[in-house]
């Protein structure tokens, strides 16, 4: 956060993404995804390793879709999701405070 | 977050410092805290520079301090608040995706 305080635009953003980080659910299938080397997974494996249902895994993907956190692709009759690094590195810029 | 899935604890906890991060208000605060080189700011230098009240001021920074991302230091009857880098440093880490 070294370029000076922020905009209101900007504040109003990294609320919104951090608001998003911040659900539990969603920090753990981020861990997750994280945790294979940031390969895309589908919502199966997903509700596997964190013991929810898919209907619960999807709500949480598509929050962190529509923040643009991550990203949803399909091929055929699979779907999977990876990470957009460009908006991780804007949050870790956000907390850099040395 | 290349070491692997989080725990439950860790999720918790991370769960807790974004959600503080995420306040607009919050992210002012650190956005200005930052802005000045992370010197150490009094209650009225931020209430001044963000256009709010002490009150106001002093109630989010009494959560940034709870949640262990600033430090607040008395001398005398001047009180100021410093970010503690290494909280920071942890939040960084959590969001280090790639």
Chains 1, 2 share one sequence.
Do not use: W
């Not at 299938?29 to 929810?52: F, H, K, M, W, Y």
């Not at 643009?68 to 405070?97: D, K, N, S, Y």
């Amino acid at each position: 956060m070294n370029k000076g305080p922020l905009t209101d635009e900007e504040v109003a953003r990294y609320s919104r993404l951090f608001s998003c980080v911040a659900d539990p659910t969603r920090l753990r299938i981020l861990s997750e995804i994280a945790g294979c080397g940031c390969d895309p997974v589908t919502v199966n494996e997903l509700a596997e390793r964190i013991g929810l249902s898919q209907p619960t895994i999807s709500h949480h993907l598509k929050k962190l879709t529509g923040c643009g956190l991550i990203a949803r692709e399909q091929q055929g009759r699979t779907v999977t999701h990876t990470v957009l690094p460009e908006a991780f590195a804007e949050l870790r810029a956000v907390l850099q405070m040395d």
